[in-house]
């Protein structure tokens, strides 16, 4: 299903005066496609992220998934844990693996927290890991990883149940050049394949060479936005 972000402003109350991170946007990223929101610090990337995956409630604004409002002003806080966990998949800056936990067992609980059990997703999960090159690391715990392979299992985990929506908050900032061109490019294949509408917040414009389509925004405010690369 498309994601749909409808004239989102986000503001926050900064001493006496308020603080508008995020300024009236709308955005459609189409199903089986990746949008990159690229921004210098501070721009309201990662707080229109947090809107999107309904971490944080809009000021004002509303978020589809398909045809349904997803999350908005007056979302009660149940509905809006319930759709986060059936319908999004968010994979944080640093990837937050427990450490007590192998690869799979990563899955398996982000499994559990959404209501199944875990012996019922192992099929999955191990595909999953397959999918993002880590089948043979699978009984491995995080400190046996490399940075780049802890953020492959985030990715994994965030697909646990396929999810219609991806949102990634700077997956390359720990990782060398080509190591993140990877994981960009990972996303991005994954999203296609599984039809999710995926959105990857970044400040590393070289690392986006496989997005389907790049918007910046500045100040709260989108300022540009590439066309859809066709097909």
Do not use: C, W
């Not at 409630?57 to 986060?84: Q, Y």
């Not at 396929?162 to 997956?171: K, N």
């Amino acid at each position: 299903m498309d994601l749909h972000l409808d004239r989102i402003t986000l503001v926050y109350p900064d001493g006496d005066e308020t603080l508008t991170a995020v300024d009236d946007v709308s955005l459609t990223v189409p199903a089986g496609t990746t949008t990159a929101l690229l921004g210098p610090s501070g721009s309201g990337k990662s707080s229109l992220l947090a809107v999107a995956g309904g971490l944080t409630r809009p000021t004002s604004g509303d978020v589809r998934i398909g045809e349904d409002v997803a999350f908005g002003p007056h979302t009660p806080l149940r509905a809006a844990t319930r759709t986060r966990l059936e319908q999004v998949g968010i994979v944080f800056q640093a990837p937050q693996l427990l450490a007590s936990l192998t690869a799979l067992e990563q899955l398996e609980l982000h499994a559990h927290l959404r209501g199944r059990r875990p012996a019922t997703v192992r099929d999955e999960a191990t595909a999953l890991l397959g999918e993002v090159g880590l089948a043979d690391l699978a009984h491995r715990h995080p400190a046996q990883l490399s940075g780049g392979q802890r953020q492959r299992v985030a990715i994994a985990r965030a697909l646990v149940g396929s999810p219609d929506v991806l949102l990634v908050d700077e997956p390359t900032s720990a990782l060398d050049h080509e190591r993140g061109t990877q994981v960009v490019e990972l996303v991005t294949r994954l999203a296609r394949e599984r039809g999710a509408a995926a959105v990857i917040v970044s400040h590393d414009a070289s690392t986006l060479g496989s997005v389907d389509r790049t918007v910046r925004i500045v100040n709260g405010r989108l300022e540009t936005a590439e066309a859809l690369v066709p097909g």
